[in-house]
């Protein structure tokens, strides 16, 4: 059982390039969410999804996009990177209210 | 808009000796409350939850928390604390929302609280 799969593990991008990190799980699971870690922060809500087509803001949303084409993808873009986005990013996913976040293993993304 | 604060960032422990870590929540309904426990390099797993009824709770691990409204307060104990319990702990409260006939629940971290424990 796979769960929530993340890559990649590691990532170092200079400023301004973008790319894509990728979220994936195979438990049927209609939400989905991305977190970024950062000391002393604990985790804040980037962006999440109920579904297929539905995607809304988190708490600090600004410089992230996501889409979700499918129930098992959710990938989180960042179209400029900067400095500030030096981070752990984390996905998550779960059935409904009642059931526990399932945490992918995170992928530690620095920004030069 | 909810909140979290654990006010202890790192703890200390010896093996053996009791745990208890803080947790107070700020959030205008009744609370969905988690805690959740990440060791190194790796994501975060549930170790307890408190959604109505009983204020104590039982999780995995041995671990337990008391709900006290009074106080906005969900603490999570351990009577002895192994070697193996060394990681970050995170308090989180939910907020729900329905979506397509759904309740999903959206959750807030607290800072979270580092545990060592000594030999």
């Known amino acids: 059982n796979a769960g929530v799969t993340q890559t990649p593990k590691f990532q170092v991008l200079k400023t301004g390039q973008s790319m894509t990190l990728q979220c994936a799980q195979d438990m049927n699971h209609e939400y989905m969410s991305w977190y970024r870690q950062d000391p002393g922060m604990g985790l804040r809500l980037i962006h999440y999804?109920?579904?297929?087509?539905?995607?809304d803001q988190g708490e600090v949303p600004n410089g992230y996009n996501v889409s979700r084409s499918t129930t098992e993808d959710f990938p989180l873009r960042l179209l400029s990177a900067a400095p500030s986005q030096t981070s752990v990013y984390f996905c998550a996913s779960s059935y409904d209210y009642n059931s526990p976040l399932h945490f992918g293993n995170g992928t530690r993304l620095t920004v030069t | 808009a909810q909140s979290v604060t654990q006010p202890d960032i790192h703890i200390t422990v010896s093996e053996g000796a009791s745990l208890e870590l803080r947790c107070n929540y700020s959030?205008?309904?009744?609370?969905?409350l988690f805690w959740y426990v990440q060791s190194p390099g790796q994501g975060l797993q549930l170790l307890l939850k408190y959604f109505s009824g009983d204020t104590l709770v039982q999780g995995i691990k041995g671990f337990e928390a008391e709900f006290k409204r009074s106080q906005s307060s969900f603490n999570l104990r351990k009577p002895s604390v192994h070697w193996s319990d060394a990681a970050e702990y995170f308090c989180a409260v939910g907020d729900t929302f329905n979506a397509g006939g759904t309740s999903y629940g959206k959750l807030t971290f607290g800072q979270g609280t580092i545990l060592t424990v000594h030999p």
């Open positions: 959030y205008g309904a009744t609370p969905y």
């Open positions: 999804s109920v579904g297929a087509g539905i995607t």
